[in-house]
């Protein structure tokens, strides 16, 4: 996987729902949990763009493509 970039890159949660409005969403920050706590490891904070934010651990997103210009 690249490195995903501040504000462009979109990721999709693999195991959210098509319902789920957490499901897509626009990369923030890298969070690096550490061990002995509550979910360690490296996560992904996105965000949907109109206020809300959440976070999926890096094994469990995919990076979409931008759609080409035409």
Do not use: C, Q
């Not at 920050?29 to 061990?35: K, M």
């Not at 651990?57 to 995919?62: K, Q, R």
């Amino acid at each position: 996987m690249s490195k995903p970039i501040f504000g462009k890159t979109r990721m999709r949660g693999i195991y959210a729902g098509e319902n789920n409005p957490h499901r897509d969403g626009i990369y923030v920050e890298t969070i690096r949990r550490p061990r002995g706590g509550m979910n360690p490891g490296k996560h992904y904070r996105l965000t949907d763009g109109k206020g809300g934010f959440w976070l999926y651990p890096v094994d469990s997103v995919v990076i979409l493509k931008e759609k080409a210009d035409a």
